[in-house]
């Protein structure tokens, strides 16, 4: 199949890391089936219930529970269905002979029965609501009792920080249905940007607590949360000049420092001679005035509360950073809420990469880059401020990263993560996702069916997403974490990519095996970053996050959304990586080549209550070993 090529973008180029780990599946879980009379196909992307067309991408048959009419059984389901998968592929579970899927529990006594409704080759499995073996006809299995179960069998002490927090995600999840149900229309002014940054109502499809927000209030999750479109002016600080540790590399528009940058959106500020205005996050200041070291500062007259001031700005979907459409600069700011694993605040390492990879770039790299691949680059991170007391010690969490801001108000670029995720759309109260309406409209257009336009889609995708990435690691032994929610696909007026970007000022791999050709374009790069990663660490880990949560989660959104066919689309993934085997990336072969896979273990890291941004690099993550759907 080969639709009508649609022309290239013409926009401008410029629009975590993980070691060696632990792994954690208990050895008690086990899986059986239920035997079904009626056989079932064979093959592990087929469904288990009949595919409906492209115009709808649902099932047919039983109503999905995520379009429930009660916003918090339709939250639960999903929390719940976000448990069983994450239970599922980290403690290897197979797929059952049936349609209902038998977890035991030995620990607790009991197991669950759980309906098959899809399984997927990639572990975007949907399931139905699970029934307890040990008491039948008692309702189903919410997504409290399931997480219990599961942290019982995991034999942690973090049994009731996981069952609080299931409880808190569901709870937000509710919420978000319930309003985006109320006025499912993205305000006026948003554009396609914002519009994907907010869109992510039910949160990460393989992590157990994916919209937990431990210490917001119901008030302060309506006003930050970027499902509910919530929106707020900066908070500001005036900072003795003094105590100001900053750096900027910014090019873009001329050379600015940080403090010139933030100085439109500060304007109208009245604070005291030789300070610095500094802005942070509403719901930081607040926390930050009760610190003993924030608080010494301000008694001592070195610091001073400006209260809230200038225009609103919108958190998109990392919440901590936000966004004004038309605005120079986006903001990375801290904030200390716990979101999904970790407190969210910027590590002064972290500043320090941003600036270096700017300038790492600017050496020429970016250019030779963009001759190769002239509609991707990264969405750059060059300029920070931030404070030291008067011992020259990190004020932690009083700090701002400045980010380009290379989105123009009809540039259609979009996080991968809000492009799969489902949501209400204006007259429509189910849940359906942009990349299901695209697939729909393309083969409306050109008269192809969805599983020959999802397949042409993620072709491209590879070509335009997939390929410069490699590119980068082959030619300057840059990997980069490029998960679906730091990774932004550009597309062209009809729906196809043509182009994308990679974000995040965290997520480097400097390969320890090219430190001294990177040294020569830059020298003393790394020496404050701590960018450098060993070899194979950093091949496990740009396994992970480019190949299992990027792009075999790609093709679980097609295949669970019933879009396309899984394996087609592996079909597709493995011509692919075997035609940019000799590009220089090791990726494609390991991909290729391991009958397992390293997998990062959302469940299992939260059991263990890691912090995925403290500690060394090869113990902030649980990983696991699952089968590589691509070894043949």
Request: some cysteine; proline content about 9%; glycine content about 8%.
């Amino acid at each position: 199949m080969n639709p009508t090529p649609a022309p290239e973008a013409d926009g401008p180029a410029t629009p975590q890391h993980r070691g060696q780990d632990r792994t954690a599946a208990p050895e008690t879980a086990e899986a059986t089936t239920v035997p079904r009379q009626k056989d079932v196909h064979r093959d592990d992307a087929e469904p288990l219930t009949p595919a409906a067309g492209p115009a709808s991408g649902r099932a047919q048959g039983a109503p999905d529970a995520l379009d429930d009419p009660d916003p918090l059984r339709a939250a639960d389901a999903a929390g719940t269905e976000s448990l069983l998968r994450c239970w599922t592929r980290e403690t290897g579970l197979a797929r059952p002979d049936g349609d209902t899927l038998r977890i035991a529990f030995p620990a607790s006594g009991t197991a669950l029965l759980v309906p098959v409704r899809y399984w997927s080759a990639t572990g975007a499995h949907r399931f139905g609501a699970p029934a307890l073996e040990s008491a039948p006809g008692a309702p189903p299995a919410d997504a409290v009792t399931v997480a219990a179960l599961i942290a019982r069998e995991g034999g942690r002490s973090g049994t009731a920080d996981l069952v609080a927090r299931v409880a808190d995600s569901v709870r937000h999840t509710a919420g978000f249905i319930e309003q985006r149900r109320r006025a499912p229309a993205d305000p006026a002014g948003s554009g396609p940007f914002l519009t994907a940054e907010q869109a992510l109502l039910l949160g990460h499809p393989l992590h157990p607590t994916p919209k937990s927000r431990e210490g917001l209030s119901e008030a302060e999750s309506r006003r930050y949360s970027p499902e509910l479109h919530g929106s707020f002016p900066l908070h500001w600080f005036a900072v003795d000049r003094t105590l100001t540790a900053t750096d900027s590399a910014w090019t873009e528009g001329g050379p600015a420092t940080a403090e010139e940058l933030l100085a439109p959106h500060a304007e109208g500020l009245t604070r005291p001679p030789g300070t610095v205005a500094v802005p942070v996050h509403p719901w930081q200041a607040a926390d930050l005035l009760h610190r003993p070291q924030v608080r010494a500062l301000a008694d001592a007259g070195l610091l001073h509360d400006l209260g809230p001031h200038g225009e609103q700005w919108h958190p998109t979907s990392s919440i901590r950073t936000v966004h004004r459409p038309g605005a120079r600069v986006m903001l990375k700011l801290s904030l200390g809420v716990r979101i999904t694993n970790s407190r969210r605040e910027n590590l002064r390492k972290e500043l320090h990469r941003g600036v270096e990879v700017h300038r790492l770039l600017s050496t020429g790299l970016a250019e030779q880059w963009r001759r190769e691949h002239p509609g991707f680059d990264i969405v750059r991170d060059p300029a920070w401020i931030a404070v030291d007391d008067p011992e020259g010690d990190h004020v932690t969490g009083l700090d701002v990263m400045l980010r380009h801001n290379p989105f123009g108000p009809y540039d259609d670029a979009a996080c991968v993560a809000g492009l799969t995720a489902q949501r209400p759309r204006p007259e429509e109260p189910a849940l359906r996702s942009r990349l299901a309406e695209a697939v729909a409209r393309l083969a409306t257009r050109t008269g192809h069916t969805s599983h020959d336009i999802s397949a042409e889609w993620f072709r491209r995708y590879l070509d335009h997403v997939v390929r410069p990435v490699l590119w980068l690691d082959a030619h300057a032994g840059v990997a980069l974490e490029a998960h679906q929610q730091n990774t932004l696909v550009v597309l062209d007026p009809d729906g196809w990519p043509a182009g994308g970007r990679y974000r995040d000022n965290q997520g480097y791999y400097f390969r320890d095996s090219r430190r001294a050709e990177l040294e020569r374009r830059l020298p003393g790069i790394g020496a404050v970053s701590d960018t450098f990663v060993s070899d194979p660490v950093t091949d496990e880990r740009f396994a992970y996050y480019l190949g299992i949560n990027n792009v075999l989660g790609l093709i679980g959104a097609f295949g669970a959304q019933r879009l396309g066919d899984e394996q087609e689309l592996l079909t597709v993934l493995r011509q692919f990586l075997t035609e940019n085997a000799e590009l220089g990336s090791s990726l494609p072969g390991y991909l290729l080549e391991n009958r397992q896979l390293r997998c990062k273990a959302n469940l299992m890291t939260r059991l263990h209550g890691l912090d995925e941004l403290v500690g060394p690099v090869d113990t902030q993550s649980v990983y696991v070993t699952i089968a590589n759907p691509l070894y043949s």
